[in-house]
Structure formats: structure tokens, C-alpha cells
């Protein structure tokens, strides 16, 4: 387990709640015919469930036979999935087209992943300490150490993208309100709005916040 076993419950029943919003918001914006980012919703779920399995192995998500190299896999394609998605925003943004870089943080975030699934295949080291040895991988010694830079270097991107969401907060709320976007579902196109633009930076927000604690927790 990451950390004491009570909050890492807590983070875990957090992660499955942020989950389910986010599945949540793809069949509402289907169904309503509003704008969502499907990319990151369903990115958010993956994440959502992933790490509550790596918080509460007792769930056994990802710590039961090959589920952690199938996770691993899943990542690393996401992760090349949103690097596509990034170079694609840039080519828009070369193009005149506007470009968001939404898709950057997700990038990173999905690496953080691959990076945390890599570390789980680790064999754990002999420590008795059960704040690092509970989970397998998720510990202080063997060959992590060297690991410890990339791993505080995504601790402060997830800070610092937590930073700028909260920052930006107001304005996210504010596009419900304007930026119609014709959208459609195999039939007639419709004039839709974003869907509920500040809960999904809500969500963004406690997968970043929890993320960073994953990743401080494994080199506490």
C-alpha cells in the first residue's frame, strides 16, 4: 500500500468516484448531444480505476496475475495515443486553426502511468517497513532510486497543472455559457454546448492531486 492504509482507501474510493463521473459524462453528453473531450473522459476512467487498484490492491484490479502488464500495455498506448493528439493540436495551432494543448497533460499524465505500472513489475525489495513493502514494486529500495528525478519531475508537473486548473476555474465554468459547436451522432447536427465544463476540470483536478501523492508516497 501507498502510505498509510486509511488514506490511500480514501484516495481509492475518490479515484472510482472520478471514474464513474467520467463515464458518466460521455452517455450524458451522447445522449443531450453536448460537447465533451471523449479522449479525456476516457482517459480519466482508465486512470480512475487504475489507481485505485495500485491504492487498494485488496481490489485486485491490478495486482492479480497479468493484470499489471495489461495495464502497463493500455498506458503505453494511451500514451501514444495523446502524443499523436498533441502533435495533431500543434499541426492545427502551425495551420492557424487554434490550438488549446489541453491534450499535453494528459500526455504526461498517461506517462506518469506507464512509469508507476513499470515500477509495480519491479520485484519489491527486502524492506520490512510496511508503509513501502505492502505493495509489490511500490518501495524505496532495489533499482527505483535512480528513477527518483523523473519522478519528482512529474510530482511538480501535476502541482503545477493543479495550479493553473484551479486558477482557471472561473473561466472553465464560464463556457457553458458561450462556444456552441455543431456536433452530431450519425444523424442531424445539432448546435450543442460544452457539458459541464467545470466538472471536468473538477475531475482533472483530484486525478492530479492524487497522482502527486501516489508518486511523493513512493520515495517518501
Known amino acids: 500500500m501507498i502510505g498509510p492504509t486509511w ?13 464513474v463521473v467520467a463515464a458518466v459524462r460521455i452517455i450524458a453528453a451522447w445522449r443531450a448531444h453536448r460537447t465533451t473531450d471523449y479522449q479525456i473522459d476516457i482517459h480519466n476512467i482508465l486512470m480512475g480505476v487504475s489507481m485505485a487498484g495500485m491504492l487498494i490492491p485488496s481490489l485486485l484490479i491490478v ?4 493484470s499489471t502488464i495489461a495495464w502497463l500495455v493500455v498506458w503505453i498506448l494511451l500514451t501514444i495515443w495523446f ?3 498533441v502533435a495533431r493540436d500543434a499541426a492545427q495551432r502551425r495551420d492557424g486553426n487554434g490550438f488549446t494543448g489541453h491534450h499535453l497533460p ?14 509495480l513489475l519491479v520485484p519489491a525489495s527486502d524492506s520490512s517497513d510496511p508503509a513501502i513493502s505492502g505493495m509489490p514494486g511500490m518501495n524505496a529500495g532495489g533499482g527505483l532510486v ?26 472553465i465554468a464560464a ?10 451522432h450519425g444523424g442531424a447536427a445539432t448546435t450543442a454546448r460544452p457539458l459541464a465544463p467545470a466538472t471536468a476540470a473538477i475531475n482533472n483536478i483530484v486525478m492530479a492531486i492524487t497522482m502527486g501523492y501516489m508518486l511523493t508516497m513512493m520515495f517518501a
Open 7 to 19: 488514506l490511500a482507501a480514501i484516495f481509492g474510493v475518490i479515484m472510482l468516484v472520478a471514474a
Open 63 to 66: 495486482t492479480t496475475g497479468p
Open 83 to 85: 502524443a499523436i493528439s
Open 106 to 119: 494528459h500526455l504526461v499524465m498517461s506517462a506518469a502511468m506507464v512509469y508507476m505500472f513499470a515500477v
Open 146 to 171: 535512480p528513477l527518483a528525478t523523473l519522478d519528482y519531475a512529474f510530482v511538480i508537473f501535476v502541482v503545477g497543472y493543479t495550479v493553473l486548473v484551479v486558477d482557471r476555474l472561473p473561466a
Open 175 to 184: 463556457m457553458r455559457s458561450r462556444d456552441p459547436q455543431v456536433v452530431g
